[in-house]
């Protein structure tokens, strides 16, 4: 087989392409990958280090403002999108891929409005619960669409080809029991919390997180904590507010978390933001959520991804604006007192991942191009 996919912006929509060419050359190591993004990007950091061939487009977003300087933002965007376009369909013409494949981000929609043009085989991967413009534009032009969940059902046309089919993970987990991974870790036993809000971080989560941390100040709670690269002074101070001494014993403070799955497995419960390829670990590994969707997220997609795993009762949700410290406690506080809920939520989470997503999108892949 010859691929070619789209993939740019945001590891929601760059990792789940990875994972599926990883599946393909699994598969098959004389699959030819090739990936088109935008250049000096995320996107090309992750592909270069994945070891896949990489071409790049120009590209930039629609503004959705009127202000004077948006609006030249957005005539020099669609100027992109005109030569993307072109550039798009000579590479396509030179690659000469059986399949093009999108996953989101602004290089997705000229090179698959390319191929389907062209006569070439695309499909397209839909992550967040709400899909993005370029999935809704493509929907009815595309071979196949392929979802994380059937609630985004309702923003396409009847008539698509679609599949359920969770998001790709990169690689399969084996993962820890609590005990296991308290050990790991060097935390002690007792209920332990994991809190993140993203590799920059997430200023209100960690507000509201030092709050939480001063209340369990003499309680066996162990607490893992990610402020983020940004984030930092901030979280001192907020610390500093509390007017508490760490328990370093129990409570990890860290910018960056670099073992995610390790800290996953010891937590019993998880406080985050609801970004899809998120979700998807925390599905995964079958952990109870306190949610809070990031407001400024394209659409407010995150609050609709963390609808939908709330609606399968595996997550409680506070939106941004109403999450305090004093809120944060008494949930985290009713979770600890009531196991069977807690319990039951992670049976749910569990119960509502698909573990195989990237084979059941390849064996699709197959017989697409019979």
């Given at each position: 087989?010859?691929?070619?996919?789209?993939?740019?912006?945001?590891?929601?929509?760059?990792?789940?392409?990875?994972?599926?060419?990883?599946?393909?050359?699994?598969?098959?190591?004389?699959?030819?990958?090739?990936?088109?993004?935008?250049?000096?990007?995320?996107?090309?950091?992750?592909?270069?280090?994945?070891?896949?061939?990489?071409?790049?487009?120009?590209?930039?977003?629609?503004?959705?403002?009127?202000?004077?300087?948006?609006?030249?933002?957005?005539?020099?965007?669609?100027?992109?999108?005109?030569?993307?376009?072109?550039?798009?369909?000579?590479?396509?013409?030179?690659?000469?891929?059986?399949?093009?494949?999108?996953?989101?981000?602004?290089?997705?929609?000229?090179?698959?409005?390319?191929?389907?043009?062209?006569?070439?085989?695309?499909?397209?991967?839909?992550?967040?619960?709400?899909?993005?413009?370029?999935?809704?534009?493509?929907?009815?032009?595309?071979?196949?669409?392929?979802?994380?969940?059937?609630?985004?059902?309702?923003?396409?046309?009847?008539?698509?080809?679609?599949?359920?089919?969770?998001?790709?993970?990169?690689?399969?987990?084996?993962?820890?029991?609590?005990?296991?991974?308290?050990?790991?870790?060097?935390?002690?036993?007792?209920?332990?919390?994991?809190?993140?809000?993203?590799?920059?971080?997430?200023?209100?989560?960690?507000?509201?997180?030092?709050?939480?941390?001063?209340?369990?100040?003499?309680?066996?709670?162990?607490?893992?904590?990610?402020?983020?690269?940004?984030?930092?002074?901030?979280?001192?101070?907020?610390?500093?507010?509390?007017?508490?001494?760490?328990?370093?014993?129990?409570?990890?403070?860290?910018?960056?978390?670099?073992?995610?799955?390790?800290?996953?497995?010891?937590?019993?419960?998880?406080?985050?933001?609801?970004?899809?390829?998120?979700?998807?670990?925390?599905?995964?590994?079958?952990?109870?959520?306190?949610?809070?969707?990031?407001?400024?997220?394209?659409?407010?997609?995150?609050?609709?991804?963390?609808?939908?795993?709330?609606?399968q009762g595996a997550a409680i949700v506070i939106e941004d604006k109403d999450l305090t410290g004093e809120r944060l406690i008494e949930e985290v506080e009713k979770l600890m007192n009531n196991k069977d809920v807690l319990s039951k939520m992670e049976?749910?989470?569990?119960?509502?991942?698909?573990?195989?997503?990237?084979?059941?999108?390849?064996?699709?892949?197959?017989?697409?191009?019979?």
């Amino acid at each position: 087989m010859k691929i070619i996919f789209a993939a740019g912006g945001t590891a929601g929509h760059i990792n789940p392409a990875l994972a599926v060419a990883d599946k393909l050359k699994e598969i098959d190591n004389n699959t030819k990958i090739m990936f088109i993004g935008t250049p000096d990007s995320l996107e090309q950091r992750l592909v270069s280090q994945a070891g896949y061939e990489f071409s790049a487009l120009k590209m930039a977003g629609i503004q959705r403002s009127l202000a004077p300087k948006q609006v030249l933002r957005t005539v020099k965007a669609l100027g992109y999108y005109v030569v993307a376009q072109k550039k798009a369909k000579k590479i396509i013409e030179d690659f000469k891929p059986d399949i093009v494949f999108g996953t989101g981000g602004y290089v997705t929609a000229p090179v698959l409005k390319a191929a389907v043009k062209m006569g070439i085989k695309s499909v397209t991967h839909e992550s967040n619960s709400l899909p993005g413009i370029a999935t809704k534009m493509l929907a009815a032009k595309v071979d196949r669409i392929y979802l994380n969940t059937s609630d985004s059902l309702k923003y396409f046309p009847d008539k698509i080809s679609y599949k359920i089919t969770g998001n790709p993970l990169r690689s399969k987990v084996d993962f820890l029991t609590r005990s296991e991974a308290r050990q790991k870790l060097g935390l002690p036993d007792g209920f332990t919390i994991l809190s993140f809000g993203g590799s920059t971080g997430a200023n209100r989560i960690s507000k509201a997180v030092a709050r939480l941390i001063s209340w369990e100040s003499g309680k066996e709670i162990n607490h893992i904590h990610s402020y983020g690269a940004h984030g930092k002074g901030l979280f001192s101070d907020y610390i500093k507010e509390q007017g508490i001494e760490v328990d370093s014993t129990r409570t990890r403070l860290l910018e960056y978390i670099n073992n995610m799955y390790t800290c996953l497995c010891a937590a019993d419960l998880v406080i985050s933001r609801a970004g899809a390829m998120t979700l998807t670990e925390l599905q995964a590994a079958g952990r109870a959520t306190i949610l809070v969707p990031y407001p400024n997220a394209a659409e407010n997609h995150q609050f609709f991804n963390a609808k939908t795993l709330e609606k399968q009762g595996a997550a409680i949700v506070i939106e941004d604006k109403d999450l305090t410290g004093e809120r944060l406690i008494e949930e985290v506080e009713k979770l600890m007192n009531n196991k069977d809920v807690l319990s039951k939520m992670e049976q749910n989470a569990k119960k509502s991942a698909i573990e195989n997503s990237a084979d059941i999108i390849v064996s699709d892949l197959f017989e697409l191009i019979k």
